[in-house]
């Protein structure tokens, strides 16, 4: 998958690691953030975590819910976020305006 207009390629990721800049992060990693990010609002383990983000992301064996919807042609638009949709062929994700005002530390300011 690749970030419109960024230029990023995601590299195989091999748990967190930073590395000139980048924090790749793989399942098992992204698991652990959302459990994290999760665990003063209730109890949620890493295996309901791990259905999550597979039912989103998808695994090697069956597709998620994003894949199977850029197959059909079509975009997954969370809003604020940003959207998923084909590009020259390939998965790309357009962030949106609340992503890249929080990126770009621009959250709150007055515009």
Do not use: C, W, Y
């Amino acid at each position: 998958m690749r970030l419109s207009g960024s230029g990023v390629q995601p590299r195989p990721a091999v748990g967190p690691d930073v590395e000139k800049g980048v924090l790749r992060m793989d399942r098992s990693a992204l698991i652990e953030a959302v459990g994290r990010r999760t665990a003063g609002g209730g109890e949620l383990s890493a295996d309901q975590i791990g259905r999550v983000v597979d039912a989103l992301f998808g695994t090697v064996a069956e597709a998620g819910a994003i894949a199977e919807t850029l197959r059909t042609g079509g975009a997954v638009t969370l809003v604020g976020f940003g959207s998923f949709h084909q590009e020259d062929g390939e998965a790309a994700l357009r962030p949106g305006k609340a992503l890249n005002e929080f990126v770009n530390d621009e959250v709150g300011r007055a515009g």
